[in-house]
Structure formats: C-alpha cells, structure tokens
C-alpha cells in the first residue's frame, strides 16, 4: 500500500476570529503538503476548527445566542479564511460532528474500562468569575489572588483523571530513542525537561452543572470530556480511526496508510498539550512507538515585540492583508520573513516592502523582460542551440543544489530558506542580463552574439519554468501565472498537476516554443 504523507495543523477555536498568526500556521502546513505533492507523494493534509469548551460557551453567552448557533459563524470565518489563503486541504476537521464524537467517547470508554481513568475529588480555591480552579501560580506578588479573578471561593469538586503520570518513563525513553520526535530540536530537550518534572495526572472532564457545550463521558451523563481527550483526538479521528479495534495493526488500511502524522502546532501547545497529553494518549491506546506523529513546532508573529491578542485589541487581520495584497503576497511574507521555529515581528511596511523587491523588481521583472526580449528579437519563438548552458556557474551550481534539497524531505519545513534560494537564483539572472546585455547582442552582426543571445533567451525562459515550480507550494497563484505567459503545459491550466519535481530538469522547453505575452506578474505595490 502506498504510503501517504499526513500533514495536520492544530485545530482552531471556534471562541474568536482567525488573526495572521493562524494564517500563518495554515499557511506553513500548506506550503509543505505542496511540497510534498511536487515530489509525486500521495498527500492528505487535514486542519479544522476545536468547537467545544468554556471560551466558546462564554462567548456564546456573551453574544446571547446558543453555543451550536454561535460556532457555526466563527466556523464559517476560518473556512472562508483557508480559502482566501488558497490552502489546498483534503478534509475539514470540527469537533461537533458525530463521526468525532464517536472516536472520543470510543477511546474514553477502552480507557475506563481498563482502569486507565478514574474519579477522584478535587479541592482548592475556584474563581467564580473565570470559572475555573486556581493554584499557586495565579497568586500575585503579595500571595494574595488578584481583582482580575472575581470572587474566588473553597470548593470541593468530583472529576474523572487520566493516569498520565504512569507512561512518564515511557515518554522519557521514547524522546531519548527518537531525536527527531520533536522539530526544532531545542524544542525537543525543552520538551524533555519539562516531562522530567511531570507529576500527578490529568483532569479529564467538567460537572455538566459548569460546562455543557462538550462531549459527554460515555460512562457518566453528568459529566462532559474536558479540552484535551475531546480536541487532541481530531487527528486520528477525522484519519479514519476506529476505537473499536484495539490494536493499531488491526486498524483499516485507510487510517494505517496515512498515519503518523507530520503535525504543525505553535509553541504554546507543544508543553503540555501535544508533547505530553497526546504522546501519552496515543502510547495508551496501543500506538507503537514507531507510530508516534513527529510535532513540528512554529514560534509566533507578535506586533511590536508583545503577543498578538483580542483583549489587547493588537490583531492583524488576515481578510484585510488578502484584500489589499492578494494571497501570494501573504502568503510569501508569511512565509519568508521568519525562520521556522522562531519568532517574528509582524510589519505591513515590510510585507511591501520584501514584495516590491524580491517579487515585483526581482522575479517579476525576469519574467516580464525574458518574454519581452523574446517577442522584441525573436517573434516569442525560442531556440535551442546548443545543449550547453550559457548560465553563470553559481546559477547552475544553484539549481543544482536547489533541486537536491527539494527532493530532500526536510527541505519543506525551511520554506524562508527554499524561496531565498529560489529568488537568489532569479537576482543571478537578472544580473547576468544585466552584464550580457541583450539589447547589444541583438544589435550585433557577429553570429557568435546571436547565438549567444538565442541561448541567453532560451536559458531565461527555462529557468523561468523550473523556477516556477519551485515557487508553487509558497506561490501557487504567481507560479500559474509563470507558468501561462510561458505558454507551458496549457492543457494542464490551472491545475496543479502543472507542477511536479520530476519535471524540474533543465532542457523540456523545445526547440521552436513559442512563449506568452507577458503581463506583470507582481505589479509594484505603490505606497505613497
Ligand atoms: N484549539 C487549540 C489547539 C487544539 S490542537 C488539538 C488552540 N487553538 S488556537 O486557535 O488558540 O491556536 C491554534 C494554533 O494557532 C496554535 O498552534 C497556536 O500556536 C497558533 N497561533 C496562535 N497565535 C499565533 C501567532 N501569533 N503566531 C503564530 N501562531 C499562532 O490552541
């Protein structure tokens, strides 16, 4: 059976609009499930919206409408915004739907049956306000707990808890036999050090008197699953998981053949969420370790140094960007102007600006001068001389080295070093007609100059295309358009399969091709 390569994002809540730091995440799983189509791979790249839970029960209430009423808006919100982004994604996943809620209820009922969950009784101090149990942590400097929390009260309370603490040494031995569990790898040892220090176990549900916009136990009606079980479970329940086969080599082929996972989350849900929780929770319900998903952890776009947030009212919305920019253009600052893994500051002035240079003046200008030059001296018609490239070494060497990374897996998680390399190679041509100087050659009488300026042509275009498909997962739209204006593969237009790695090789233009008319690709984004 062909393996499949599974990519997910987190799933979002459905308590509040999508800002540009979501986009981005959906933006990165996007661009590195396109990778992944370019190599030929069978992909399936799953994200979706986390609907259940107390921020979406107060929102709703806030609104005074019903949670279900509520969530379908914001749904409707991030769909709307996966497609703005022109993310290409094979299902949708959303908590509320009956084939989730099965999964859940599934798994929780095998892990209280094997004793894996049990009822116990909490007791400590509870903000009425925020509606939940407050430890030392929340305590201010004067070990008094702040005005923020409201009314904070001694309460005792019946919960159901899953033995986490139990697969603790399971957990340390499998990162310590995997170093590549978690992407970054500082993100790893931070993962590592953190289990070192877990202690206790995991509170699982809440009295339906305090929350009742969740999933229900299957083994007591009084209670719903809390957060984790409920929204971490999406991943293999929307793969085709079924809870009702116990081991995971008696799972049907179509959930077998996807799984593991490559999983995009923000750093903030690595510890415990992912890292911890959903390790744990695969371990218990018979995943072998070899079926352990590898976590890809993204840092964040903050505003002006601080974390982007509602409350604070500093949210960049991404409906906004794509409105005045267009989707490429966001989708290639997003996904240039951070290293993976690290943080970033989030400017407008520098999305034009990295626009304007690298796709307007750089790649943009290559494109529109190669077909100009082509239709002004040689009626659109390209001709190809010689099998020698008359490219400078570096931009040889560089296809070279690019094309081997890209057949590289690991290349697809540094799209801000794939599209730097890509434009580097563009700037190398542009200099170089720059040097050579076309609009010399055309002037020459010399048949030397003409052939050199055939070949100079013919070399343009070529690269142009292979560029083109380099470019797709980041710039699906622009490497379309390349891809048009050269008149290439036109019975394909439109469609993706235009782009594949395998036809990244040097020389598929023929002798005699005619190219397009060109039209700007990326008009300059004027800002006075
Ligand atoms: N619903 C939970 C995740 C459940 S996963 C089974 C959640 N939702 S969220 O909407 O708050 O965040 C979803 C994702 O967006 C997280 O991976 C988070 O890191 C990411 N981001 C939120 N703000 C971000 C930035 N400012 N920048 C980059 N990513 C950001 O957590």
Request: hydrophobic share 40%; net charge negative.
């Amino acid at each position: 059976m062909p393996k499949t390569f599974f990519i997910t994002t987190a799933i979002y809540y459905t308590n509040s609009s999508p800002h540009v730091g979501h986009a981005y995440e959906m933006v990165l799983a996007d661009v590195i499930a396109r990778y992944h189509r370019l190599k030929g791979e069978n992909v399936f790249f799953l994200t979706g919206v986390d609907q259940h839970g107390q921020k979406v029960q107060q929102s709703a209430a806030k609104a005074g409408i019903p949670p279900a009423e509520f969530v379908t808006g914001i749904t409707q919100k991030w769909v709307d915004l996966s497609k703005k982004l022109n993310l290409q994604y094979d299902d949708w996943a959303e908590t509320t739907s009956g084939r989730h809620k099965k999964v859940v209820q599934g798994i929780l009922q095998r892990l209280f049956d094997e004793g894996q969950i049990y009822k116990d009784k909490q007791a400590g101090y509870y903000s009425v306000r925020q509606e939940q149990f407050l430890t030392d942590k929340e305590r201010g400097a004067d070990g008094e707990f702040g005005p923020e929390w409201g009314q904070v009260e001694f309460r005792e309370e019946e919960n159901y808890y899953f033995k986490l603490s139990q697969h603790k040494d399971w957990l340390l031995r499998y990162l310590d036999n995997r170093n590549d569990a978690v992407v970054p790898n500082f993100r790893q040892k931070e993962l590592r050090n953190a289990v070192e220090r877990l202690t206790g176990d995991l509170c699982i549900s809440r009295p339906k008197s305090r929350l009742d916009w969740g999933i229900e136990l299957p083994f007591d009606k009084d209670f719903v699953t809390y957060v984790w079980f409920d929204a971490l479970t999406n991943y293999i329940s929307f793969a085709g998981y079924d809870p009702a086969l116990s081991t995971f080599n008696s799972q049907p082929s179509t959930f077998s053949e996807k799984w593991p996972a490559l999983q995009i989350i923000g750093k903030d849900i690595l510890v415990p969420a992912h890292g911890i929780y959903w390790l744990i929770m695969l371990h218990a319900i018979g995943f072998p370790d070899d079926q352990m998903p590898q976590l890809l952890a993204h840092g964040w776009w903050n505003l002006g140094g601080a974390k982007m947030s509602k409350s604070v009212g500093n949210i960049v919305d991404p409906f906004v960007l794509t409105d005045k920019y267009g989707a490429d253009a966001l989708r290639y600052y997003l996904m240039s102007d951070i290293a993976t893994g690290k943080d970033a500051d989030f400017s407008e002035e520098r999305l034009v600006e990295r626009y304007n240079a690298d796709l307007a003046n750089n790649l943009g200008n290559l494109l529109n001068r190669t077909l100009n030059m082509t239709h002004r001296y040689r009626d659109g018609r390209l001709q190809r001389l010689s099998e020698d490239l008359k490219l400078p070494d570096d931009a040889i060497d560089g296809y070279k080295q690019l094309l081997n990374e890209y057949k590289a897996t690991k290349a697809a998680a540094r799209p801000d070093v794939m599209t730097e390399r890509s434009l580097y190679l563009a700037s190398v041509l542009n200099g170089f007609i720059e040097v050579r100087s076309p609009w010399k050659l055309a002037k020459s009488s010399r048949a030397e100059d003409r052939e050199f300026l055939e070949d100079l042509l013919y070399d343009c275009a070529e690269a142009l295309r292979i560029l083109g498909i380099l470019i797709s997962p980041v710039l699906p739209k622009a490497a379309h358009g390349i891809f048009d204006q050269l008149n290439w593969k036109m019975e394909l237009s439109g469609k993706e399969e235009r782009f594949s790695l395998a036809d990244a090789e040097w020389g598929k233009l023929p002798d005699g091709h005619v190219v397009g008319k060109p039209v700007p690709l990326f008009p300059r984004i004027e800002t006075t």
